[in-house]
T-cell receptor, first 114, second 114 residues
């Protein structure tokens, strides 16, 4: 079954610094990949998705992600982090065996320091 | 108004009680999902539904049941709640089609079972 791994449980960056959150997937064919963000007390908001075409995808809030088949990765990036970006970030893959429900990684908690 | 509404937002109850969590949507989506979020585990699929007559078990369906009363409503029940069902529960919806359709999440129900 399709699955994703987020190797980093916590990441701390300084405001204004660049950010990269890692996500590795496991699937033989081209996966449907997503990044979601969860702010405290909130639901999940879609940042971006990839399913075909250009391997560099742009999302909301200045985020982008690059699909690299050779590395089985779909890392999320942002050039300059703002304090409001502090949140939990989830990478997910659509599972064709369960109605394209999402298989989520365990999440990466982002802390932004002044 | 939110597109995906979950009620209640918070619930504290006792072991052995029957509990129902409700989800309603105004997006007109056919597919609806229930997930459970535990700290450090990400979100895991409990049940999913393609339409009123099509309901399927997910990864962790034991101890849960669901009802799809209408296209817009999908309820999750715990027949006899136990403490390890304490978690944050999310409902999500998506359009039909292949896995590139993103899911739209409610704000969650925080359930505590004493």
């Amino acid at each position: 079954a399709q699955s994703v791994t987020q190797p980093d449980i916590h990441i701390t960056v300084s405001e204004g610094a660049s950010l990269e959150l890692r996500c590795n997937y496991s699937y033989g064919a081209t996966p449907y990949l997503f990044w979601y963000v969860q702010s405290p007390g909130q639901g999940l908001q879609l940042l971006l998705k990839y399913f075909s075409g250009d391997t560099l995808v742009q999302g909301i809030k200045g985020f982008e992600a690059e699909f690299k088949r050779s590395q089985s990765s779909f890392n999320l990036r942002k050039p300059s982090v703002h304090w409001s970006d502090a949140a939990e970030y989830f990478c997910a893959v659509a599972n064709s065996n369960s109605g394209y429900a999402l298989n989520f990684g365990k999440g990466t908690s982002l802390l932004v320091t002044p | 108004d939110a597109d995906v509404t979950q009620t209640p937002r918070n619930r504290i109850t006792k072991t052995g009680k029957r509990i129902m969590l409700e989800c309603s949507q105004t997006k007109g989506h056919d597919r609806m999902y229930w997930y459970r979020q535990d700290p450090g585990l990400g979100l895991r699929l409990i049940y999913y539904s393609f339409d009123v007559k099509d309901i399927n078990k997910g990864e962790i369906s034991d101890g849960y049941s669901v009802s799809r009363q209408a296209q817009a409503k999908f309820s999750l029940s715990l027949e006899s709640a136990i403490p390890n069902q304490t978690a944050l529960y999310f409902c999500a919806t998506s359009d039909p089609g292949t896995g590139h359709q993103p899911q739209h999440f409610g704000d969650g129900t925080r359930l505590s079972i004493l």
